[in-house]
């Protein structure tokens, strides 16, 4: 059974603006990590941006700092990843992921033990 289900993604020119939403099905995401997770062909899967549900605190990766936007709504169990100033380098298979506890080593993959379907991002140049 999914319990994470990401969706939002699309084809967007360089410079533009997408929303990926994360809804959990699973259970109330009380005190977990969640956030997001990308993967380029040929490359490893690497951390994007996550946030302690029970606290609010967000975690970025420096690629996307200043340009991406981690947040939530608790009564919805969604996490959202505002995406603006979209580079060619953002395209990618985007995971939605959820550990237990906080964001320490956030950007650890083994830690995390839900993960969604994913949803490609594509920026053309």
């Known amino acids: 059974q999914v319990e994470l289900v990401e969706s939002g993604g699309g084809s967007v020119q360089a410079g533009g603006s997408l929303r990926l939403s994360c809804v959990d099905s699973?259970?109330?995401?009380?005190?977990?990590?969640m956030g997001w997770f990308r993967q380029a062909p040929g490359k490893e899967r690497e951390g994007v941006a996550v946030?302690?549900?029970?606290?609010?605190?967000?975690f970025y990766a420096d690629s996307v700092k200043g340009r991406f936007t981690i947040s939530q709504d608790s009564a919805k169990n969604t996490v959202y990843l505002q995406m603006n100033s979209l580079k060619p380098e953002d395209s990618a298979m985007y995971y939605c992921?959820?550990?237990?506890?906080?964001?320490?080593?956030?950007?650890?993959?083994?830690?995390?033990?839900?993960w969604g379907q994913g949803t490609q991002v594509t920026v053309s140049s």
């Open positions: 992921a959820r550990k237990p506890g906080t964001c320490s080593f956030w950007n650890f993959r083994t830690r995390y033990n839900s």
């Open positions: 946030i302690y549900t029970s606290g609010g605190s967000t």
């Open positions: 699973g259970y109330t995401s009380i005190n977990s990590c």
